[in-house]
């Protein structure tokens, strides 16, 4: 993958599959639990039922990156969903399968590399010799095509 901009778009297309993976289900609980908050009685406590829902639409938020982003790479496919899809896979720098601390790490760093909409990653993905996120950098791994 040496085009630059070939490389930002796979990988860009890459993080809205894998999003929508995740987001679809939070979403689902956050519609129930605000179904369920509006269909109280109205003299009852409304502000409960609200935290709650918005503590799961967080949780299946939270643990569903963490399990497209860390558990799916590390246990079965090498990559996330989303790469899957694409023909990509995550390797070491030197060609292996990273553990799960690559892959923790990786998860991580979305965090910096998220900023604006993924664009501090896009470029530092355009911008790196290996086309890498600052997550791929700290966790020495690259993302590859599948081979």
Same mark, same amino acid.
């Given at each position: 993958?040496?085009?630059?901009?070939?490389?930002?778009?796979?990988?860009?297309?890459?993080?809205?599959?894998?999003? $929508?993976?995740?987001? &679809?289900?939070?979403?689902?609980?956050?519609?129930? /639990? #605000? !179904?369920?908050? %509006?269909?109280?009685?109205?003299?009852?406590?409304?502000?409960?039922?609200?935290?709650?829902?918005?503590?799961?639409?967080?949780?299946?938020?939270?643990?569903?990156?963490?399990?497209?982003?860390?558990?799916?790479?590390?246990?079965?496919?090498?990559?996330?969903?989303?790469?899957?899809? $694409?023909?990509?896979? &995550?390797?070491?720098?030197?060609?292996?399968?990273? /553990? #799960? !601390?690559?892959? %923790?790490?990786?998860?991580?760093?979305?965090?910096?590399?998220?900023?604006?909409?993924?664009?501090?990653?896009?470029?530092?993905?355009?911008?790196?010799?290996?086309?890498?996120?600052?997550?791929?950098?700290?966790?020495?791994?690259?993302?590859?095509?599948?081979?």
């Amino acid at each position: 993958m040496s085009d630059p901009a070939g490389v930002i778009l796979r990988r860009y297309a890459q993080f809205v599959l894998d999003r $929508l993976v995740t987001t &679809v289900p939070a979403v689902v609980v956050l519609v129930l /639990g #605000l !179904r369920w908050t %509006l269909h109280l009685p109205r003299g009852d406590d409304r502000m409960t039922p609200a935290y709650l829902t918005m503590a799961g639409f967080l949780l299946v938020i939270l643990a569903g990156n963490w399990f497209i982003e860390v558990w799916v790479p590390h246990r079965w496919l090498g990559g996330t969903p989303g790469m899957r899809c $694409l023909g990509l896979r &995550v390797v070491t720098e030197r060609g292996e399968t990273p /553990g #799960l !601390r690559a892959h %923790l790490i990786r998860w991580a760093m979305v965090i910096v590399d998220g900023y604006f909409f993924g664009l501090v990653g896009a470029l530092a993905i355009a911008f790196s010799p290996r086309h890498q996120r600052f997550g791929d950098m700290v966790a020495r791994t690259l993302v590859v095509r599948r081979g």
